[in-house]
């Protein structure tokens, strides 16, 4: 069993910050990439940012140069700094972890965090 526990979601005002934090914990799992993806009220989940074991990160385009993601290896924590916050970034953020378990390839995602950015 792999659990993943998302912290961080809340109201922030257009212009601030939030810092999303996922801490993955349970069975024996060898971490691969780590993520984070969001959706908005009527639309599809659509990735967000996205970090290699090797620390290679990728981030969508409306996020660029506004959001970080990093990871704490030690600490099996992806985290998501995001600055410069938007309205149209109001959505649920939800982490995911890819990977091998088992022997065999598996994805899991947190529970979602609801981030709420005011105009």
């Known amino acids: 069993q792999v659990q993943l526990v998302e912290s961080g979601g809340g109201l922030v005002q257009a212009g601030g910050s939030l810092r999303l934090s996922c801490a993955v914990s349970g069975s024996v799992f060898r971490i691969d990439a780590m993520g984070w993806y969001r959706q908005a009220p009527g639309k599809q989940r659509e990735v967000v940012a996205t970090?290699?074991?090797?620390?290679?990160?990728n981030y969508a385009g409306a996020v660029k140069g506004r959001f970080t993601i990093s990871r704490d290896s030690a600490k099996n924590t992806v985290y998501l700094q995001m600055d410069s916050l938007k309205f149209e970034d109001t959505a649920v953020y939800y982490c995911n972890v890819a990977g091998v378990r088992l022997g065999m390839s598996r994805a899991y995602w947190g529970r979602g965090s609801q981030v709420t950015v005011s105009s």
């Open positions: 970090i290699t074991s090797g620390g290679s990160t």
